[in-house]
């Protein structure tokens, strides 16, 4: 193929804003702030989980200890219904005796029952700070997300203004490109990934293989108007005066 000399020269700008726009892509995808961005935005459902089950537990206890307290009263009336028939007076003395056995027992489970609600209470409490815990560690996981989620917008931000302006570039590069240039470059590109580089210090730009003297000699002796191409990778070789010929 043919080209004007210019016209190569300035398809390397494509291979360098490719390059370019692929860096971009492959950032976008394994950026670390997106990753933080994402791990933080988990750790926020996490914390909240944690402080949904733990104020679920203080409603369990808070209505146990009610129970507990409902329970204890029920046995407190009962002894002040017992107390109120022996200060009366009117009861015989079996009656009497029954009901001081009754006084006893309803003693012993008047203690049981305060000790359950004791020990419900000191469950609450330790609840209690363990849901003051999980709303200070909620806050954190909140405030890392939203920095972890601001961090990565701006970086996203930049990544989508820097590729706007090369795609625009590229395409003011490819419409003054003569078209058979351009669809060269591509075909090459989509197999190898490269599709054109500068020839310099008898290099290939593209795979960066030295090229034997006979095929430098006839890369040398090319008009300079011929797309001359890599034997290794297949590489359109751009020659320039930096080329060194
Ligand atoms: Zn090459």
């Known amino acids: ?67 507990a307290e409902q329970d204890v009263q029920t046995v407190r009336s009962r002894v002040d219904r017992d107390q109120q028939t022996l200060d009366s007076g009117a009861a015989t003395p079996k009656q009497m005796t029954d009901i001081q ?22 469950s609450l409490e330790q609840m209690n700070s363990t849901v003051r815990d999980a709303e200070q560690a909620m806050d954190q996981a909140r405030r890392d997300a939203q920095e972890a989620a601001a961090a990565w917008d701006r970086r996203e931000d930049e990544i989508a203004s820097e590729t706007v302006a090369l795609e625009q570039h590229r395409a003011d590069v490819v419409a003054m490109l003569p078209a058979d240039l351009v669809a060269l470059y591509e075909k090459i590109r989509a197999r190898s990934g490269l599709g054109a580089g500068l020839l310099r210090h008898a290099r290939c730009g593209s ?38 010929l």
């Not at 056995?101 to 000191?122: F, G, N, P, T, W």
């Open 1 to 67: 193929m043919k080209a004007d000399p210019q016209a190569q020269e300035q398809l390397l700008e494509l291979p360098q804003t490719d390059h370019r726009l692929a860096q971009l892509r492959r950032e976008v995808e394994t950026s670390q702030l997106k990753a933080r961005a994402k791990e933080t935005r988990a750790a926020v459902v996490t914390a909240e989980e944690t402080l949904v089950g733990a104020r679920t537990q203080i409603k369990d206890l808070e209505r146990e200890i009610t129970r």
């Open 101 to 122: 056995h009754e006084l006893q027992s309803l003693a012993r489970r008047q203690a049981e029952l305060e000790d359950v609600e004791l020990e419900i209470m000191e």
């Open 207 to 244: 795979c960066q293989l030295e090229l034997s003297s006979s095929d430098l000699d006839r890369v040398r002796s090319a008009p300079a108007d011929e797309v001359v191409r890599c034997e290794e990778c297949g590489a359109i070789m751009v020659r320039t005066p930096e080329s060194g």
